[in-house]
T-cell receptor
Framework: GAGVSQSPSNKVTEKGKDVELRCDPI?????LYWYRQSLGQGLEFLIY????????KSGLPSDRFSAERTGGSVSTLTIQRTQQEDSAVYLC????????????FGQGTRLTVV | GQNIDQPTEMTATEGAIVQINCTYQ??????LFWYQQHAGEAPTFLSY????GLEEKGRFSSFLSRSKGYSYLLLKELQMKDSASYLC????????????FGKGTKLSVKP
């Protein structure tokens, strides 16, 4: 596609359930980023995939959060045993990773845990 | 890692000029990005600076001083549609391209 695609756009889940959020980056982009944004807050870094290198997972808030990137393309962010504080917009971005090139963001998945 | 500091909120008047500052500390430096984010929307790229000095792009300019760990975004002839959050993201050599943002500056443009 022409841009970064995220699905679903909205997700309501019950506390304790697992959720999977998907990100389709721009074709050919080797870098992929996940962020979390609570209402009125800044972008909180979660995880960063760079080509075939080991991902930078330093931003994952707990072991309930995990992410994978299959075949260097599509990425899935999984949140296990969701809690109400997980409610936020989850944003994905991708870039070609050439120095100085911009990252392009998807429209995000709004997650609500009830 | 990076320590990034931006003012939380700013208010300015339509037609005026506003400067949004960003100070940072990085272990190595590999350029600094500014992004704009309107409420409820995804961030979009504004500028990238890697050398010292001012880069002008229409109504928006971005300045960098590497020795001072300082950048600013200058918005001229403010319009109501410039009301948004402005996010600073310095990159460092050690992070291999990772993009860590400051908390952002929420700019409100008043008539």
């Amino acid at each position: 596609g022409a841009g970064v695609s995220q699905s679903p756009s909205n997700k309501v889940t019950e506390k304790g359930k697992d959720v999977e959020l998907r990100c389709d980056p721009i074709s050919g982009h080797t870098a992929l980023y996940w962020y979390r944004q609570s209402l009125g807050q800044g972008l909180e870094f979660l995880i960063y995939f760079q080509g075939n290198s080991a991902p930078d997972k330093s931003g994952l808030p707990s072991d309930r959060f995990s992410a994978e990137r299959t075949g260097g393309s599509v990425s899935t962010l999984t949140i296990q045993r969701t809690q109400q504080e997980d409610s936020a917009v989850y944003l994905c971005a991708s870039s070609p990773l050439t120095p100085g090139t911009r990252a392009f963001f998807g429209q995000g998945t709004r997650l609500t845990v009830v | 890692g990076q320590n990034i500091d931006q003012p939380t909120e700013m208010t300015a008047t339509e037609g005026a000029i506003v400067q949004i500052n960003c100070t940072y500390q990085t272990s190595g430096f590999n350029g600094l990005f500014w992004y704009q984010q309107h409420a409820g929307e995804a961030p979009t790229f504004l500028s990238y600076n890697v050398l010292d000095g001012l880069e002008e792009k229409g109504r928006f300019s971005s300045f960098l001083s590497r020795s001072k760990g300082y950048s600013y975004l200058l918005l001229k002839e403010l319009q109501m549609k410039d009301s948004a959050s402005y996010l600073c993201a310095p990159t460092d050599e050690g992070s291999q391209g990772n993009l860590i943002f400051g908390k952002g500056t929420k700019l409100s443009v008043k008539p």
